[in-house]
């Protein structure tokens, strides 16, 4: 009696998991994938626990009108009230595809279209409802019925909750996310299908892109209880050794990870010509002990100063310029930053980054230098540290045949050297990134004018 008891009982919680999972599948809405623009088939939500079907008392919205998350589009007629229909994103209401207040409309049934951009809107104007019609969900196969048997209990053994809430899927594999919410996944390169979704039914919004951050893939320890599997080994048997990383270097990579994935990089080049630099050294009791690394980052401070916008970061609904200058001078050890830079002289800042005190080595700058010439390396393109939007690039110092001004002789020897601007194209365009370089060249070439 006891067994039959437990099958009666499984299958009823049987039961009311499909009638769940058909409810889910009716109120969750579709990404269109069509000739049309990219958009969002709504369909009737459920806004109560008993609710199968509505009607649309009223629409507070026209075709055509944007609106932003929190806003009321509708207001909607329950088996018990008036309800509102807010948004959960941001958007534009492309087609109202139920437009009387009194016909009843199930749960999940398409009732209007969102749009990202109201340039689309005009492509709506002739949109069927049949067009809109929602996919079948996926039939669900009836659990075959339980034998009876005398077998002995075993314990259950638990499934241990996801740690977070998954992406929500339609019934056809797609994912049910906001027009606004794909379009940022798209531009911040982020695979949509990886975002936990905090809206209704697991409905991905804006904010769920904008706030994810891709997680850290730790290997799980070996089981004692499992021999560890034998690494083929690589052509001629190499020995090898592992070697374990901190948490600190394990962030930082994950951070640096995510700017290159997620920052468009672009990058600008030009040769600096440096024997105007080596001659005021040599001809200057002033400057003579004072090392070309600090006047090259004299020289990228005053240019901070002629380009501010370089000396800004992005904060995804607007631009930070920073009023000081926080030059962040980057070593294989460390990163000394120079606070309040366009105050400082050219042997201060030499002071500063021979000997570093606390402040310079736990701070964090607006924008940074590597000088990579002490390693011989011509140039680089290093990625944009995060915070900022730009970074600078110093290749090694050489002697190069060039162009001679003089009218006996066509060519000349000079100390050249190459620096490399990665930006950040959402924030320091070409022209003003154009611009910067050139003002850094104009210092470093003519190093008199940064100290006057």
């Known amino acids: 009696a006891a067994l039959l008891t437990k099958t009666s009982l499984k299958k009823h919680a049987y039961r009311t998991t499909i009638k769940l999972a058909e409810n889910y599948l009716k109120q969750c809405s579709f990404r269109g994938f069509s000739a049309l623009p990219s958009h969002e088939v709504v369909g009737m939500p459920s806004l109560s626990p008993t609710m199968d079907a509505g009607t649309i008392a009223k629409w507070n919205l026209t075709e055509g009108e944007s609106f932003g998350a929190g806003d009321v589009i509708a207001e909607i007629q329950t088996d018990k009230a008036t309800v509102d229909f807010e948004a959960q994103d941001d958007a534009v209401l492309a087609k109202i595809l139920v437009s009387d207040p009194t016909k009843e409309v199930a749960v999940g049934e398409p009732i209007a279209i969102f749009v990202e951009d109201e340039a689309d809107v005009a492509a709506f104007q002739d949109y069927q409802i049949d067009d809109a019609a929602t996919p079948a969900p996926a039939a669900i196969e009836p659990e075959p019925e339980p034998v009876a048997s005398p077998v002995a209990s075993t314990p259950a053994v638990a499934t241990p909750a996801p740690s977070s809430p998954v992406a929500s899927i339609s019934s056809d594999g797609r994912i049910v996310a906001s027009p606004l919410a794909h379009k ?8 949509i299908h990886s975002v936990p979704g905090t809206g209704p039914n697991g409905r991905i919004i804006a904010d769920d892109v904008r706030e994810f951050v891709p997680p850290i893939v730790v290997a799980a320890p070996e089981s004692a209880a499992e021999p560890a599997a034998v690494a083929p080994m690589m052509s001629g048997d190499l020995d090898f050794a592992d070697y374990a990383l901190s948490a600190d270097q394990v962030q930082k990579a994950a951070a640096l990870t995510a700017q290159k994935q997620h920052v468009p990089h672009y990058y600008l080049t030009v040769d600096l010509d440096l024997q105007p630099i080596l001659n005021l050294r040599s001809s200057s009791k002033t400057f003579g002990d004072v090392s070309v690394n600090a006047m090259l980052l004299k020289a990228s401070i005053c240019a901070l100063k002629d380009c501010p916008v370089v000396n800004s970061r992005w ?18 050890e460390q990163s000394i930053v120079i606070n309040s830079a366009a105050g400082k002289g050219i042997t201060e800042i030499d002071s500063i980054i021979a000997e570093p005190d606390e402040a310079a080595t736990s701070s964090i700058g607006t924008f940074s230098v590597v000088n990579l010439g002490m390693y011989g390396v011509k140039a680089a393109a290093p990625i944009i540290r995060p915070g900022q939007s730009a970074i600078l690039a110093l290749g090694a110092a050489e002697n190069r045949l060039v162009p001679s001004t ?7 020897t000079a100390v050249m050297a190459t620096a490399t601007l990665s930006c950040d194209h959402r924030v320091v365009d070409g022209a003003v990134g154009a611009q910067w370089l050139a003002a850094f060249k104009g210092y470093v070439e003519d190093p008199m004018s940064m100290l006057l």
């Open 184 to 191: 940022l996944a798209k531009e911040m390169g982020i695979a």
């Open 406 to 412: 003089a009218e006996d002789e066509l060519y000349t």
């Open 315 to 332: 904060m995804d609904s607007f631009v930070r310029m920073y009023n000081e200058v926080a030059l962040e001078y980057v070593l294989p």
